[in-house]
């Protein structure tokens, strides 16, 4: 190793934002086993060996570590206290000595191995780098780029890494063009021996949680809060908000002036619906705000326990209550916590009538 070795080094220590210290420790320990191989004549397993490496002129040094011994036991792994004091006085029983046993051509030895290990350290260390700077990013959005369409999945460009979109993870609805940029939320963030693996997702309700903390100052900042999300991704989502200031209308907040914040997201969403739903702590003013656009007349507590609740509505208002294939109570119902049985007030009036 020479210093032209040891300088393309350091430039690869800023160019690949790995740590000098990680690398050359690396690259000694791969040296230590390097040695023993190559020199297993001079050393056995049980020795302790230490290599070091000048970090300025890449000069190697090989150092046979012995514990001082009074007595003599193993010439190989100890020392005798005597022959220890003629190295240095100081030394006492129990205390390590390190002698230089470097070989003539270790240098050679060492430059070989020294590439191999850089080479898979710095893959190891790039790894490392990836998977922490997506970890911090988990549960929160990340714009990728579409790459290509095989089969049901869609693979994204993230920057430093490539992954996949998988089918339960898409709108349906989307296309998802070549070169397209979308938003995504990042779900979760695993190690497997291939590197990080990064699962993201466009149907997750933290999706639309993150773009309304993007787009709505006030749920940003925390005076407005979001109580609760249900989504059919795609189709339509409900979303439960509360302001912990009561000069702040948290419905207004999150529609926005001329509605502009809402349908920002909307079109992120490829024109899914979003219904901004007022949280209340009070369970029938909540089930009946939650069946929006719908007008409720009455909420029934039936069983507290097991969270069941009878509405009533308007005749005209059931179906849109009830929603397309049962879409806007069972949203409403998820929203809640509530099993949400609806009835038209006519079908209420003959059942007390019959009762």
Avoid at 161 to 175: D, F, R
Avoid at 198 to 210: D, F, N, Q, Y
Avoid at 248 to 272: S, T, W, Y
Wanted: proline residues 3%; glycine residues 6%; negative net charge.
């Amino acid at each position: 190793m020479n210093e032209e070795f040891i300088g393309a080094l350091k430039e690869i220590v800023k160019e690949k934002n790995v740590s000098e210290d990680f690398l050359f420790k690396a690259i000694e320990d791969a040296l230590v086993s390097a040695y023993k191989k190559n020199y297993s004549k001079y050393t056995n397993n049980a020795q302790s060996v230490k290599v070091t490496i000048n970090r300025e002129t890449g000069e190697i040094h090989v150092y046979a570590q012995k514990k001082v011994i009074d007595g003599l036991w193993d010439e190989i792994t100890e020392i005798e206290l005597e022959d220890a004091k003629e190295i240095d006085p100081r030394y006492e029983e129990g205390d390590i000595v390190e002698i230089e046993v470097t070989p003539r051509e270790f240098g050679r030895v060492a430059a070989q191995n020294a590439k191999q290990v850089v080479v898979q350290r710095i893959k190891e260390a790039e790894k490392e780098i990836i998977y922490n700077e997506f970890l911090e990013k988990q549960h929160d959005i990340i714009t990728g780029i579409v790459l290509r369409k095989e089969k049901d999945n869609v693979f994204i460009n993230l920057g430093k890494m490539e992954t996949i979109l998988g089918p339960n993870e898409q709108i349906p609805s989307e296309p998802y063009n070549f070169n397209e940029r979308i938003k995504l939320y990042i779900v979760e963030v695993k190690k497997n021996s291939k590197g990080p693996q990064v699962v993201i997702s466009r149907t997750h309700p933290g999706l639309v949680k993150r773009l309304f903390e993007l787009e709505v100052p006030e749920i940003f900042t925390g005076v407005v809060e979001i109580k609760n999300i249900s989504r059919e991704a795609g189709s339509r989502s409900k979303v439960a908000v509360f302001s912990h200031d009561e000069n702040v209308d948290p419905m207004g907040a999150c529609v926005g002036p001329k509605g502009v914040r809402v349908q920002n997201i909307v079109d992120e969403l490829n024109n899914e619906k979003i219904d901004i739903i007022k949280w209340s702590e009070s369970p029938e003013e909540f089930i009946s705000n939650s069946l929006s656009p719908a007008k409720v007349l009455n909420v029934e507590i039936v069983d507290e326990e097991n969270k069941c609740a009878k509405i009533v509505v308007d005749d005209s208002q059931l179906s849109l209550a009830i929603g397309k294939e049962g879409q806007n109570v069972r949203l409403a119902a998820r929203l809640t916590g509530w099993k949400i049985d609806i009835k038209s007030k006519s079908q209420a009036d003959k059942e007390n009538v019959e009762a």
